[in-house]
């Protein structure tokens, strides 16, 4: 037993008394710089606040009034008996919402459909057909004059609330980004499509 602590009392010496040299030398390489430190992430953008209150997604007003808190503009541009057209302007682009089903007044709809079309026809018939086999949720077609559309388009119901709107909304600009892209180079987006 003696013997055990002498050997722990050397070892404890020479590690105290390395420890002390180790202090004492010169080294003989530099020590390494300190990391800087890590950037902090950059903030993300601020999301406008939603307004407030009774919202009623089959309501043109309220998905006006959702769409202005969101940078875009909306305002009634026709109406007849069952339907209602809002012209909208964003900075993504311009783009028409029909409200469908409505009752007499404009009110209460059953569905509604955002519709953008490009100023000059860049894709085939066949291209566009391409797109809507990769494509989910948005609808290319082609109008009389040969510009190309997207639609995207929706059932609204009582129970269809303010966030649900906005996943809605944000499908769309999807939709107009993807549209954007596709028009750029409808062979290259193809390619690269699911």
């Known amino acids: 037993m003696t013997r055990k602590i002498i050997a722990i009392a050397v070892l404890a010496a020479l590690a105290l008394t390395g420890a002390a040299e ?30 407030t ?6 309501e043109p007003r ?17 109406h007849d008996t069952e339907n209602v057209v809002l ?19 404009g009110h209460l709809c059953k569905a509604v459909q955002f519709d953008a079309s490009a100023q000059a026809r860049t894709a085939t018939v066949a291209e566009i057909n391409g797109f809507n086999q ?3 949720t948005c609808r290319l077609y082609q109008d009389k004059s040969g510009k190309p559309h997207v639609l995207y388009s929706t059932l609204v119901f009582a129970s269809t609330g303010r966030q649900d709107m906005l996943a809605h909304v944000n499908a769309w600009r ?11 180079d409808p062979p290259g987006y193809l390619a690269a499509a699911p």
């Open 62 to 78: 309220d998905l006006a009034a959702l769409l202005g808190a969101l940078d875009a503009k909306a305002q009634v541009s026709a």
């Open 53 to 58: 209150g009774p919202f009623d997604a089959r």
């Open 134 to 136: 990769s494509s989910l």
């Open 174 to 184: 999807g939709c107009l980004s993807d549209f954007a892209a596709f028009l750029k």
């Open 22 to 51: 180790a202090k004492t030398r010169t080294p003989t390489h530099r020590p390494a710089p300190a990391a800087p430190a890590a950037a902090k992430p950059a903030a993300a953008p601020a999301t406008p606040p939603l307004p």
């Open 87 to 105: 012209k909208a302007t964003s900075p993504a682009g311009d783009f028409a919402i029909q409200y469908a089903g409505c009752n007499q007044q």
